[in-house]
């Protein structure tokens, strides 16, 4: 009977402690907003997935816990995570049903400090979604967004480059660490908006990298973000990646989660985050490749009426 009583102690003990552990776990939620992009690009439904690996993966950041949702988040979870990252074709947010009140659940979570990413198209916000002067609580979360040609205020731009340099501007942040100048097929957004005053950036806002573009007549275009916020939330903007094969590209994928730890208020390691990425098939996404849409057919001409 002692013995039998002894093992229960030990048990019940063990289950506090694992529950104490998990109750320790930094949480990241993922947040896959809607895509209409070919396969191969974009595909934020895997991206979330391969950020998710990443996070919960990471070699020399323990204690971490994401999860990925495809819809607005319920309430336990936006009060659980540390930071809050979206992917998805411009600011998820705004294109789930209830915008307005998605909005005031993330100003809710941005009140209490809690942090901000957004990766690629995410970054971008319509004209519908801003005021003529282009405000939008984004651009005071993340420091910046990037502003679609619909925007009444400003036009940022897309196109993809097959040789994008991306080299690190403020080389002592912590999310600089590790990862070097890279170069890659893509499609960094350029002239985004960071605000009003000749979208000059605030003064909590750092620059992260910046890419010298277009080729024919470059100049430094600010392709990541970060800011520290009044509230002491973290945002962290990046423009990239379009392809999805990318996400091998180890740089860029460093660049990320350093920035995802970062947001998270957990140290960044000297040598920056270190993860073993997967076969990219492995989080499913339509394609890894780029499939381009087929040629849209020409309209049949119409016959000249009989003389």
Same mark, same amino acid.
């Given at each position: 009977?002692?013995?039998?009583?002894?093992?229960?102690?030990? &048990?019940?003990?063990? @289950?506090?402690?694992?529950?104490?552990? $998990?109750?320790?776990?930094?949480?990241?939620?993922?947040?896959?907003?809607?895509?209409?992009?070919?396969? @191969?690009?974009?595909?934020?439904? *895997?991206?979330?997935?391969?950020?998710?690996?990443?996070?919960?993966?990471?070699?020399?950041?323990?204690? #971490?816990?994401? /999860?990925?949702? =495809?819809?607005?988040? *319920?309430?336990?979870?936006?009060?659980?995570?540390?930071?809050?990252?979206?992917?998805?074709?411009?600011?998820?947010?705004?294109?789930?049903?209830?915008?307005?009140?998605?909005?005031? /659940?993330?100003?809710?979570?941005?009140?209490?400090?809690?942090?901000?990413?957004?990766?690629?198209?995410?970054?971008?916000?319509? @004209?519908?979604? #801003?005021?003529?002067? @282009? /405000?939008?609580?984004?651009?005071?979360?993340?420091?910046? =967004?990037? *502003?679609?040609?619909?925007?009444?205020?400003?036009?940022?731009?897309?196109? +993809?480059?097959?040789?994008?340099?991306?080299?690190?501007?403020?080389?002592?942040?912590?999310?600089?660490?590790?990862?070097?100048?890279?170069?890659?097929?893509?499609?960094?957004?350029?002239?985004?908006?960071?605000?009003?005053? /000749?979208?000059?950036?605030? $003064?909590?806002?750092? #620059? &992260?990298?910046?890419?010298?573009?277009?080729?024919?007549?470059?100049?430094?275009?600010?392709?990541? %973000?970060?800011?520290? !916020?009044?509230?002491?939330?973290?945002?962290?903007? +990046?423009?990239?990646?379009?392809? =999805?094969?990318? %996400? *091998?590209?180890?740089? &860029?994928? !460093?660049?990320?989660?350093?920035? +995802?730890?970062?947001?998270?208020?957990?140290?960044?390691?000297?040598?920056?985050?270190?993860?073993?990425?997967?076969?990219?098939?492995?989080?499913?996404?339509?394609?890894?490749? =780029?499939?381009?849409?087929?040629?849209?057919?020409?309209?049949?001409?119409?016959?000249?009426?009989?003389?």
């Amino acid at each position: 009977m002692q013995r039998i009583l002894l093992s229960l102690l030990f &048990l019940g003990s063990f @289950g506090i402690g694992q529950q104490a552990n $998990a109750a320790e776990l930094t949480r990241i939620l993922i947040v896959v907003g809607p895509t209409n992009h070919p396969p @191969g690009s974009h595909e934020v439904a *895997a991206g979330g997935r391969l950020m998710q690996h990443c996070a919960e993966h990471m070699e020399n950041v323990p204690g #971490v816990k994401a /999860d990925v949702v =495809y819809e607005w988040p *319920a309430q336990a979870l936006r009060d659980a995570a540390a930071t809050v990252v979206f992917i998805g074709d411009t600011f998820p947010a705004g294109r789930f049903p209830n915008p307005q009140q998605n909005l005031a /659940d993330l100003e809710a979570m941005m009140k209490r400090g809690c942090g901000i990413v957004c990766v690629h198209y995410a970054t971008g916000l319509f @004209g519908e979604d #801003v005021t003529k002067e @282009g /405000d939008h609580p984004l651009l005071r979360w993340m420091g910046g =967004y990037f *502003a679609n040609r619909s925007c009444p205020h400003h036009e940022s731009f897309a196109k +993809i480059f097959d040789a994008a340099t991306i080299t690190p501007a403020s080389p002592q942040h912590p999310i600089a660490r590790g990862w070097r100048e890279f170069t890659l097929k893509d499609e960094p957004y350029t002239n985004n908006y960071f605000g009003k005053e /000749d979208s000059k950036a605030a $003064a909590n806002v750092t #620059v &992260l990298a910046t890419s010298m573009l277009p080729p024919n007549a470059p100049k430094s275009e600010r392709v990541a %973000w970060c800011i520290e !916020r009044p509230d002491g939330g973290r945002g962290f903007g +990046i423009v990239m990646p379009h392809f =999805y094969k990318n %996400w *091998a590209n180890e740089d &860029l994928r !460093r660049f990320i989660m350093n920035g +995802i730890v970062w947001s998270a208020k957990l140290d960044v390691p000297a040598e920056g985050v270190k993860t073993t990425l997967p076969d990219l098939k492995d989080f499913k996404p339509v394609s890894v490749e =780029y499939v381009p849409p087929p040629p849209k057919a020409k309209p049949a001409a119409i016959p000249a009426p009989p003389k």
